[in-house]
């Protein structure tokens, strides 16, 4: 990706090296792990922490030393947000006829306190629909690269892309929708449900590349293989094959690895968002 020298978003808010405060160990162990399967790779965590009851607490920053690779990567996110903001500015001028809010990218180390309650690492980059701010513990750039084996700067774009349409989402009303529904049906129902939403977020992230390389000019040779490969590594049959050798379909929440692929690819493909209405789509 093409991403050097370019212009940075001003809606970074770092807050690495700042305690988490109220920390996630106050949910407990049996929170910890809801939250973790709740939100595995950008989901909202909203109902799960909500549930919790936490809220958000200022604590004291301390400086915070970044390695080289951090530099790196948290002014490469910067970029990417920035290019977001671009696409989506657009889109909503001249698909939906309104205009953008561009959300927060919030930057930090270890725990972090949300609109949505207190998250750590290793939940994974996440958006708060309750403060219409995107969470991201930069080391989730290694994850990525060793834990699921999809390395490289747009498999991280990509990241950032699909948080940023959660943020659309939301501002669409989906999200609100969505949540809405959380108490009329079973989990089986509601799952289901949730693969729809992140399967429209990976739609959304693929219509960002898709302009990300006609407008900006910033995607290079393999970078969409990047990201098509980042999305087959996190999909929920996938995780589940690495992790416990079997798959149970029904616990899905964020979609299979083909139905990833094949929605962010038509996304970059169509570049048109009336495209990506993943809760009426004959083929999910
Ligand atoms: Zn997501």
């Keep these: 990706m093409k991403w050097k020298g370019r212009q940075r978003s001003s809606n970074v808010q770092d807050v690495r090296g700042r305690k988490g405060g109220k920390t996630i160990g106050k949910m407990g162990i049996g929170g910890i792990i809801i939250l973790v399967l709740y939100v595995v790779l950008g989901g909202d965590p909203q ?165 990300a390389n006609s407008l900006a000019g910033i995607v290079e040779e393999g970078d969409i293989d990047e990201a098509l490969n980042a999305a087959f590594k996190i999909g929920d049959d996938h995780i589940q094959m690495m992790g416990r050798g079997t798959v149970m379909p029904d616990s899905f929440t964020h979609g299979t690895s083909e139905q990833r692929v094949r929605w962010f690819k038509l996304g970059y493909e169509t570049g048109d968002i009336r495209q990506g209405d993943t809760f009426n789509a004959r083929n999910l």
């Design 47 to 211: 109902e799960a922490l909500d549930q919790s009851g936490l809220g958000v607490e200022a604590s004291p920053q301390t400086e915070y030393v970044e390695s080289a690779q951090e530099k790196e990567l948290a002014e490469m996110v910067s970029v990417v947000l920035n290019e977001t903001e671009d696409v989506w500015h657009m889109i909503f001028r001249e698909q939906l006829g309104r205009e953008y809010q561009e959300p927060t990218l919030v930057l930090f180390s270890g725990t972090v306190n949300s609109a949505c309650g207190s998250a750590s690492a290793s939940t994974g980059p996440f958006y708060c629909s309750g403060d219409n701010k995107l969470y991201i513990d930069l080391s989730f750039y290694n994850e990525l690269k060793n834990r699921f084996k999809a390395p490289g700067d747009f498999a991280m774009a990509y990241v950032v892309a699909h948080e940023v349409a959660h943020h659309v989402q939301n501002l669409q009303g989906t999200t609100g929708k969505v949540h809405s529904q959380r108490r009329n049906l079973d989990e089986k129902s509601y799952n289901k449900l949730s693969v729809m939403l992140e399967l429209q977020a990976d739609f959304y992230a693929g219509v960002w590349a898709h302009y």
